[in-house]
Nanobody, 124 residues
Framework: QVQLVQSGGGWVQAGDSLSLSCVVS????????MGWFRQAPGKDRTFVAA????????VYADSLKGRFTISRDNAKNTMYLQMNSLKPEDTAVYYC?????????????????WGQGTQVTVSS
């Protein structure tokens, strides 16, 4: 059984940093991709970043390059999202997601497994 359990998030001020974690179980030993998506109020869920679990190759949404960093710790079966220089427009519910493939997808329909979501609120 695949489970993605998120932690982190919260309320910060503009310019602050925040880190999210996603503990992955049930996907260990397989070739898969893990990603982060976010959903602002009244908007669609959009791609943030993704990483290949075996090689650690990362892909980012163009608008977030340089501020957000995705990483993983294979030994801890945990994925991270480090968010720096946060802006009010980064306010959203953030979701981790997983797919059983070695290829990154930038759309939600490419992912079969989802975390419970965590709120990130950035005040100006």
């Amino acid at each position: 059984q695949v489970q993605l359990v998120q932690s982190g998030g919260g309320w910060v001020q503009a310019g602050d940093s925040l880190s999210l974690s996603c503990v992955v179980s049930g996907l260990t030993g397989s070739s898969h991709v893990m990603g982060w998506f976010r959903q602002a109020p009244g908007k669609d869920r959009t791609f943030v970043a993704a990483i290949t679990w075996s090689g650690g190759d990362a892909v980012y949404a163009d608008s977030l390059k340089g501020r957000f960093t995705i990483s993983r710790d294979n030994a801890k079966n945990t994925m991270y999202l480090q968010m720096n220089s946060l802006k009010p427009e980064d306010t959203a519910v953030y979701y981790c997601a997983g797919r059983l493939s070695e290829f990154v997808r930038l759309t939600t329909d490419g992912y079969s497994y989802w975390g419970q979501g965590t709120q990130v609120t950035v005040s100006s």
